[in-house]
């Protein structure tokens, strides 16, 4: 089982901030499968980013995916307000698929 | 756009079984996969089981193999989850969720709330 670790566990940024999220997996990720999630409290989780740098129908140019292998990072450039949410990093290249345990992005 | 409607949570004793349901629409539900990912109250995000297009694969998560069951009924435009033998730890909102491949996992329903309490 690819085991994905993410840190911050909290990150605590004013609107206008760049926030960078981490995804570390335990072991290299197949095909670079790698995806992006928000979620909202009371809401299902919304992809952002697949295949670890492609933005998702709708997504602002302002969420940006890069890594491979292991080292996975989620960039926000500026943080507009509906931007401060959880971010869960999700590995769908092979069974079982895991995610890890979210990184919260809160209003300093 | 693509809809997903999860139905059949509820409360239910510790060792009982509860089917959950979700119905697709607006797309061509025999040509994807299809997943069940689950969330317990305040924790993240759990990948439960998954079924191929047809019905002819499944996988399962370690936490539920031999008491949960997916299936599908690609007339209905339906998928299930059997879940036997509930624990306490099995209480989560439940949520079905697309597979399109490459893409990942872009569709996802609302969840519905299954609670295992005595």
């Known amino acids: 089982e690819i085991v994905l670790t993410q840190s911050p566990g909290i990150l605590s940024l004013s609107p206008g901030e760049r926030a960078t999220l981490s995804c570390r997996a335990s072991?290299?990720?197949?095909?670079?499968?790698l995806a992006w999630y928000q979620q909202k409290p009371g809401q299902a989780p919304r992809l952002l980013i697949f295949?670890?740098?492609s933005r998702a129908t709708g997504i602002p140019d302002r969420f940006r995916g890069t890594g491979s292998g292991t080292d996975f990072t989620l960039s926000i450039s500026r943080l507009e307000p509906e931007d401060f949410a959880v971010y869960h990093c999700?590995?769908?290249?092979?069974?079982?698929?895991?995610f890890g345990q979210g990184t919260k992005v809160e209003i300093k | 756009q693509v809809q997903l409607v999860e139905s059949g949570g509820g409360v239910v004793q510790p060792g009982r079984s509860l089917r959950v349901s979700c119905k697709a629409s607006?797309?061509?539900?025999?040509?994807?996969?299809m997943h069940w990912v689950r969330q317990a109250p305040g924790k993240g995000l759990e990948w439960v089981a998954f079924?191929?297009?047809?019905?002819?694969?499944?996988y399962y998560a370690d936490s539920v193999k031999g008491r949960f069951t997916i299936s599908r009924d690609n007339s209905k435009n339906t998928l299930y989850l059997q879940m036997n033998s509930l624990r306490r730890e099995d209480t989560a909102m439940y949520h079905c969720?697309?597979?399109?491949?490459?893409?990942?996992?872009?569709?996802w329903g609302q969840g519905t709330l299954v609670t295992v309490s005595s």
């Open positions: 969720a697309i597979d399109m491949w490459s893409s990942s996992w872009p569709f």
């Open positions: 607006r797309l061509i539900f025999t040509n994807y996969g």
């Open positions: 079924i191929s297009h047809d019905g002819s694969n499944n």
């Open positions: 072991q290299s990720v197949t095909s670079n499968y």
């Open positions: 295949g670890a740098s």
């Open positions: 999700q590995q769908y290249g092979s069974p079982p698929f895991t």
